[in-house]
């Protein structure tokens, strides 16, 4: 989160710098008298905006992207112990937990699509979430919008010596590629937010 953290103190600090030029054209109106001055304008006000905002959309997306941010919802907070329930039947545990995926951008490896404008695709529906939580009525229970997507998993299994070779993919592999066959069906035992307080956890090697 350091390389955020800088991207966002960049982000103010041209925006702080475009107000103050946005501020100094309009209180010094003079100044866009001269050709120097109308360039000056055009840059605050146009130029920077655009560059700012641009910047700025980049830094959030990167940022929104991290577990941190997806476990910031107190809705979400039995979904983050999950990931350290100590069962290997629990899959998202158990790619938590041996690295199978980034540790700090769990949440969208596995919960985003692929596809060309995946990124922004997922975060405009997410968008539905932030308002839900703020303003709307958070449900009992949460679900998914649709299916599991087999491609999310294949995204990173598909190729791997352990899938591949595993008796089992191999009898359904077809199946699964064209979504015939769920992954879910043999590894059902997914974040189980239900009984995860009663469960014992893993802490990551500590006492």
Not at 70 to 94: E, F, I, N, T, W
């Amino acid at each position: 989160m350091a390389n955020l953290g800088g991207g966002f103190s960049a982000v103010a600090f041209a925006a702080a710098v475009t107000i103050a030029l946005i501020a100094l054209v309009v209180l010094r109106p003079s100044l866009v008298a001269a050709r120097g001055g109308k360039v000056l304008a055009f840059i605050a006000f146009l130029v920077l905006p655009v560059l700012v905002t641009a910047t700025g959309l980049n830094v959030h997306m990167e940022s929104s992207k991290s577990t941190a941010f997806c476990l910031s919802c107190h809705v979400m907070a039995p979904y983050g112990r999950s990931l350290y329930v100590d069962d290997k039947d629990h899959l998202p545990a158990q790619h938590f937990q041996n690295n199978r995926i980034p540790r700090d951008h769990a949440c969208f490896t596995c919960h985003t699509t692929y596809t060309l404008f995946g990124d922004y695709r997922a975060k405009l529906v997410g968008l539905r979430h932030v308002y839900v939580n703020y303003l709307g009525t958070i449900p009992r229970q949460i679900k998914l919008y649709q299916p599991y997507n087999n491609r999310e998993c294949l995204h990173c299994h598909a190729g791997g010596r352990s899938f591949e070779e595993n008796d089992v993919h191999q009898a359904v592999r077809q199946d699964l590629g064209a979504g015939k066959t769920s992954c879910l069906e043999c590894h059902g035992t997914v974040h189980d937010v239900a009984n995860v307080d009663r469960l014992r956890l893993w802490h990551g090697g500590k006492p």
